[in-house]
């Protein structure tokens, strides 16, 4: 079973609402930690920030917080381009991919609830596009199979080629995790989804494709504890000030560039037909 873990975060203000997830891979996710590690190992030596000190982009970029031993300051522009590294460390992280959402406030009642509902979908289909690729090449491989295997053993690879199941699990920071995980579980019964082309092949405007492909709920853990979910709020924090208009601080340090400039490389554009870079907006 191939498995992916998703590290969520929000970022937002009164106009936007953004939500960013790291995909990594379970098989890579050691390689990740320790290039991650190294990272922070780095930005100690150069810049005194310390290892275990949670870096929130919001209060980070900003210059608020004590981020460093007595003694030592990092001052704003320092600190701008060590969030520019952490972005840079996401896009050279191996095989990751980023799911980025973004959604106007005005236009929804609950933003925050429906960014969670456009992020689990993309993931589910995601995982299913993963599965409907794999198969036909494992069928066809254990079919080519020589005449010379053993019956037994013939079986044997055919029932691992078919064990293949992409699945995902997410972690996110803890905020409103009882309403999250609630509507997560809704999800996996009743996941009403309007037809991209006005009906489905039933004549219906809207099927129930029920969320099949997560482990798990949720897991919701404090920031401080997880590199990953710091790194995701880096990455929705450079989205949202991609995304509203730049205040005088963000556009003399070039903030509303970052994204573009670090983070589209490794963007799922399969989430999102309609945007460049796959954010889904709707």
């Known amino acids: 079973m191939s498995v992916r873990l998703f590290y969520v975060d929000e970022s937002f203000d009164s106009a936007k609402f953004c939500l960013s997830a790291i995909a990594i891979r379970h098989g890579d996710w050691r390689d990740c930690f320790a290039r991650v590690r190294q990272h922070r190992v780095l930005l100690k030596r150069d810049h005194g920030l310390l290892i275990r000190k949670e870096i929130h982009a919001t209060e980070f970029v900003a210059g608020r917080g004590r ?66 690729r794999e198969f036909p090449l494992r069928r066809r491989l254990a079919a080519n199979l020589p005449p010379s295997v053993a019956d037994q053993d013939r079986k044997m690879i055919e029932e691992r080629l078919a064990a293949f199941r992409p699945r995902a699990m997410i972690f996110a920071d803890k905020g409103r995790e009882l309403e999250i995980t609630r509507a997560v579980r809704k999800m996996a019964i009743f996941n009403p989804i309007p037809s991209a082309v006005g009906t489905w092949d039933d004549g219906e405007a809207v099927r129930n494709i029920p969320v099949e492909r997560l482990i798990e709920d949720p897991v919701f853990k404090d920031s401080h504890q997880s590199y990953f979910i710091q790194l995701a709020d880096c990455v929705a924090f450079a989205l949202l000030k991609r995304e509203v208009p730049p205040t005088h601080h963000v556009r003399k340090y070039g903030i509303d560039r970052l994204f573009d400039k670090n983070v589209t490389g490794v963007c799922f554009k399969q989430a999102s037909r309609d945007d460049p870079f796959g954010i889904v907006r709707r």
């Open 67 to 132: 981020i460093t031993a007595p003694g030592r300051i990092i001052g704003k522009h320092d600190r701008v381009r060590i969030f520019e590294s952490m972005l840079r460390l996401v896009a050279q992280l191996p095989r990751v991919t980023v799911f980025n959402v973004c959604l106007e406030q005005k236009d929804h009642r609950n933003a925050q609830l429906a960014a969670w509902d456009r992020l689990i979908n993309r993931i589910e289909r995601t995982m299913l596009a993963f599965e409907e």
